[in-house]
């Protein structure tokens, strides 16, 4: 069924979300969430939300809120403002069109235009992206701390709260001992990974190895986004399976990761490969040759959640996902229903809601908006 809507209006705001939690990778700290949100309005005056995920530092990828927000503003908005759509699946190849880079930008621009239709056809995102699955596991990330019994005794309340896998994050010299000591808080039975967010070279090949005692689903993206033959060569060397998430932009890389032996599993942000429509096009071609996709987080507001639990409701999300519920976050969250974990770890699809499933509260909006552009 096709709904034709054209865009009449893009807002984009930034609003400031202290997390609750301080959060730290190998590359930065993250403490107070700037958060990039894109309302769009059609003609018939409909309005819908979406997330550009960039982060305040240039630290996990190229992008910032800055970056975002002038590539939105000068290039992306004009692209689809004013414009007629009759898929959602028209804004990614409208986007690119002269424009490289800027994956989070155009995202958070086709994220909203996804919303905007379910929203008109009044069928759940989940729905119209395919998905099937009624609920979805929930893993948590935890950032890294400052000494063993610190990451052992946090991974332990998180199994107490009913998360479904652990991911730690490591960098080198908080590696090893630190996954040792969670290993040995949590038992063998519990889904234990860890995300280097590419702070390792072939150098550290004979460190790495070391990771392999401890039984762990996989090692996340430990070697620079750029080098997808160098994660092959770890690969041949380490019985824990490598997941990509930065090195993998676009289904075509995907693909290239699969063949060549680099990526045994994938993470799939729809921020980072420029929506949803390229999310769908990774997911296929993963299930395709048989390799497992999971739902990444990049501490989104309950807007960009929204679209993980969607996302995360196709097939080939056979893991459990970092969509943690809003409290793991957020003193108070963006949308409600605030997103929720039950006590045995899944998160509801709300398949039997319209659009997002969840209503943005403009009071709270209001209440952490630092400014606000209508995109012309
Ligand atoms: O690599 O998955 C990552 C957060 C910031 C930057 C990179 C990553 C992450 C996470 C957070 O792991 C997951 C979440 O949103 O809970
Ligand atoms: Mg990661």
Same mark, same amino acid.
């Given at each position: 069924?096709?709904?034709?809507?054209? &865009?009449?209006?893009?807002?984009?705001?930034?609003?400031?979300?202290?997390?609750?939690?301080?959060?730290?990778?190998?590359?930065?700290?993250?403490?107070?969430?700037? @958060?990039?949100?894109?309302?769009?309005?059609?003609?018939?005056?409909?309005?819908?939300?979406?997330?550009?995920?960039?982060?305040?530092?240039?630290?996990?990828?190229?992008?910032?809120?800055?970056?975002?927000?002038?590539? &939105?503003?000068?290039?992306?908005?004009?692209?689809?403002?004013?414009?007629?759509?009759?898929?959602?699946?028209?804004?990614?190849?409208?986007?690119?069109?002269?424009?490289?880079?800027?994956?989070?930008?155009?995202?958070?621009?086709?994220?909203?235009?996804?919303?905007?239709?379910?929203?008109?056809?009044?069928?759940?995102?989940?729905?119209?992206?395919?998905?099937?699955?009624?609920?979805?596991?929930?893993?948590?990330?935890?950032?890294?701390?400052?000494?063993?019994?610190? &990451?052992?005794?946090?991974?332990?309340?998180?199994?107490?709260?009913?998360?479904?896998? =652990?991911?730690?994050?490591?960098?080198?010299?908080?590696?090893?001992?630190?996954?040792?000591?969670?290993?040995?808080?949590?038992?063998?039975?519990?889904?234990?990974?860890?995300?280097?967010?590419?702070?390792?070279?072939?150098?550290?090949?004979?460190?790495?190895?070391?990771?392999?005692?401890?039984?762990?689903?996989?090692?996340?993206?430990?070697?620079? @986004?750029?080098?997808?033959?160098?994660?092959?060569?770890?690969?041949?060397?380490?019985?824990?399976?490598?997941?990509?998430?930065?090195?993998?932009?676009?289904?075509?890389?995907?693909?290239?990761?699969?063949?060549?032996? @680099?990526?045994?599993?994938?993470?799939?942000?729809?921020?980072?490969?420029?929506?949803?429509?390229?999310? =769908?096009?990774?997911?296929?071609?993963?299930?395709?040759?048989?390799?497992?996709?999971?739902?990444?987080?990049?501490?989104?507001?309950?807007?960009?959640?929204?679209?993980?639990?969607?996302?995360?409701?196709?097939?080939?999300?056979?893991?459990?996902?970092? =969509?943690?519920?809003?409290?793991?976050?957020?003193?108070?969250?963006?949308?409600?229903?605030?997103?929720?974990?039950?006590?045995?770890?899944?998160?509801?699809?709300?398949?039997?809601?319209?659009?997002?499933?969840?209503?943005?509260?403009?009071?709270?909006?209001?209440?952490?908006?630092?400014?606000?552009?209508?995109?012309?």
């Amino acid at each position: 069924m096709s709904t034709p809507i054209r &865009i009449r209006r893009m807002i984009l705001r930034e609003i400031r979300m202290p997390l609750v939690e301080v959060f730290t990778i190998s590359s930065g700290t993250e403490s107070d969430r700037r @958060a990039l949100l894109i309302e769009v309005t059609d003609d018939d005056g409909v309005s819908a939300w979406g997330e550009c995920v960039a982060f305040d530092q240039p630290n996990y990828s190229a992008e910032t809120i800055e970056t975002a927000a002038i590539a &939105i503003e000068r290039w992306l908005g004009p692209r689809v403002i004013g414009r007629t759509f009759e898929d959602p699946r028209e804004v990614l190849p409208a986007l690119r069109r002269g424009v490289e880079g800027h994956f989070m930008a155009k995202a958070g621009v086709e994220m909203a235009i996804w919303a905007l239709v379910a929203e008109k056809r009044r069928v759940s995102l989940a729905t119209l992206l395919g998905g099937v699955r009624k609920r979805i596991e929930v893993g948590i990330s935890l950032g890294i701390q400052d000494s063993p019994e610190a &990451i052992a005794a946090r991974a332990e309340r998180a199994v107490a709260d009913g998360y479904r896998r =652990i991911k730690l994050k490591i960098k080198p010299g908080k590696d090893v001992e630190y996954v040792r000591a969670a290993r040995r808080a949590l038992g063998d039975h519990v889904k234990l990974s860890v995300d280097a967010n590419a702070a390792y070279t072939l150098a550290d090949m004979d460190h790495l190895q070391k990771l392999d005692e401890f039984g762990l689903l996989m090692i996340e993206q430990p070697l620079r @986004a750029g080098d997808i033959l160098r994660h092959a060569a770890l690969a041949k060397r380490l019985r824990t399976p490598i997941c990509l998430d930065e090195s993998i932009t676009c289904v075509d890389e995907a693909e290239d990761a699969i063949a060549c032996g @680099a990526a045994r599993l994938i993470n799939i942000k729809p921020g980072r490969v420029g929506g949803l429509a390229e999310s =769908i096009a990774i997911h296929d071609a993963s299930r395709a040759r048989g390799v497992p996709n999971w739902c990444g987080g990049m501490l989104e507001t309950g807007i960009g959640r929204a679209m993980n639990v969607a996302l995360a409701s196709l097939e080939n999300f056979s893991l459990p996902g970092d =969509i943690s519920p809003s409290a793991r976050y957020w003193q108070k969250d963006v949308v409600f229903p605030e997103w929720t974990m039950d006590a045995n770890g899944f998160i509801d699809v709300p398949f039997d809601r319209p659009g997002l499933g969840v209503a943005v509260d403009m009071d709270r909006i209001d209440a952490g908006a630092v400014w606000r552009i209508v995109v012309k």
